[in-house]
């Protein structure tokens, strides 16, 4: 039996949970993973007001200077919306928080009833990001704000786990509210995943218990993050083509992946799809388990039955 | 001996020194409105077509971060050392993970839960 240290703390509104089967380097690993987040948070963060993001926010459609990880943040972004032809999108972030998304969630979902009609912000301008290297500037136009909850916490998971696992060798496993990414040789069996609705309020009798061996695996629901508004109940996961929540076909999809960027990508996208979805990660080869709002599970890509099912 | 034309020619001379005189600031400032009008020209078409830089560093790093772009990784990578426009890059698919998951009992229950949050 494989040995396997953990540690967990709160992070980006969020939980952060390491696992590593170097026991004796626990200490080293979460500094270095308490280094990425800071890292993260001070680049991506929506709602700090000195983050790099909140000044490109503000910037007036002037080209920003920008970190070398922030770039790479609005690379990843753009990468998805590339690969997902737009079903992630950076550009939401006007639309997101004119549904009401536009704080801490932990202030949101105290709020009721507020009217928060939808701002069309248009699809597809994602296009006009553009990014100097070189001169390390970020250019948006004046009327685009950028949200990169889609994939910035991903992105902080996969760069943790790997430098995680560059100091101190062995298997490492990081999972960012939900999102896992694994780097490393696996215990022995793999690690040992409950793939649910909720992270936070996850039971042995909710959902199923896989066994990962590397990559990615992310799950994204619409289940949680939900506030109410004088319009009806929103979530977070915004269809930028209508800047609206995404319809409620699926409560929530699960997704493996190379990496946790990449499940995470796949798993925001297919809710967007809706009705689609099934059929477009099957096409990915991507295994993943979805789960319709009446509660029934689709697994396509090879993702496993339960056992005893 | 008095070198001084006479009036009539003198005023003539003095006209065509003063013709000549503008003529060439007229000639001045064509160059100098002309430079400027190139300037915005090849200013409009750099805005209009992104990502064509004539720079040999430029093409260097398209070719280099082209092949980056075929390559599934975690940090994705848009594409461009020079001006990055979204679409100008291939798009890398989603790759699927070496292994997918494998069946678990329930129980233990595990250590780490995938969810949303």
């Given amino acids: 039996v494989t040995v396997i240290a953990t540690s967990s703390f709160p992070a980006l509104g969020t939980s952060a ?41 503000r910037g007036h459609g002037c080209p920003t200077r920008a970190s070398e990880l922030f770039i790479e943040a609005i690379e990843v972004a753009l990468n998805a919306a590339r690969v997902t032809r737009g ?63 889609a994939t910035a916490k991903a992105l902080a998971a996969d760069r943790a786990a790997r430098r995680v696992q560059q100091a101190i060798g062995g298997g490492v496993l990081v999972s960012l509210g939900g999102d896992l990414s694994i780097c490393g040789p696996a215990p022995r069996g793999g690690w040992l995943v409950q793939v649910t609705e909720d992270h936070a309020a996850a039971s042995p009798t909710d959902g199923q218990a896989v066994r990962v061996m590397g990559g990615g695996l992310a799950t994204s629901s619409t289940a949680v993050r939900r506030w109410a508004t004088a319009e009806g109940a929103r979530h977070h996961i915004v269809n930028p083509a209508s800047g609206d929540s995404a319809d409620e076909v699926w409560r929530a999809v699960s997704v493996a992946a190379a990496s946790c960027v990449h499940a995470n990508v796949a798993t925001t996208a297919a809710i967007v799809h809706g009705e689609a979805a099934p059929g477009w990660l099957a096409a990915l080869g991507l295994p993943s388990r979805l789960v319709a709002r009446d509660g029934r599970v689709s697994r396509v890509g090879g993702w496993p039955e339960e056992v005893g099912a | 001996m008095d070198r001084t034309p006479p009036g009539g020619s003198r005023s003539r001379i003095e006209a065509r020194d003063a013709a000549l005189s503008l003529l060439g600031r007229l000639r001045r400032w064509i160059v100098v409105v002309s430079l400027g009008l190139v300037a915005a020209l090849a200013g409009l078409v750099a805005h209009a077509k992104p990502g064509k830089s004539s720079t040999t560093s430029g093409a260097s790093g398209g070719s280099r971060d082209a092949a980056r772009s075929s390559q599934p990784s975690a940090g994705g990578g848009s594409g461009g050392d020079a001006l990055a426009p979204a679409p100008a890059a291939p798009a890398p698919a989603i790759s699927p993970p070496a292994e997918a998951p494998l069946p678990a009992p329930a129980t233990p229950a595990p250590p780490v839960v995938s969810g949303g949050s």
């Avoid at chain 1, 690993?29 to 909140?54: G, H, K, Q, T, V």
């Avoid at chain 1, 939808?118 to 390390?136: F, K, M, S, Y």
Wanted: some cysteine; glycine content about 8%.
């Fill in chain 1, 17 to 57: 949970v390491l696992l590593v089967t170097n026991v004796p380097r626990l200490g080293l690993a979460r500094r270095i993973l308490e280094e990425e987040l800071a890292a993260i948070d001070e680049a991506c963060s929506r709602f700090r007001p000195d983050s790099e993001l909140s000044l490109l926010n």
């Fill in chain 1, 87 to 149: 079903l992630v999108d950076p550009t939401v972030g006007r639309a997101i928080a004119a549904i009401g998304y536009d704080r801490d969630f932990e202030a949101i979902a105290k709020e009721e009833g507020m009217r928060r009609p939808v701002v069309a912000t248009g699809a597809g301008r994602w296009r006009e990001i553009r990014l100097n290297r070189r001169a390390r500037t970020v250019h948006v136009p004046g009327d685009v704000k950028l949200d990169l909850g």
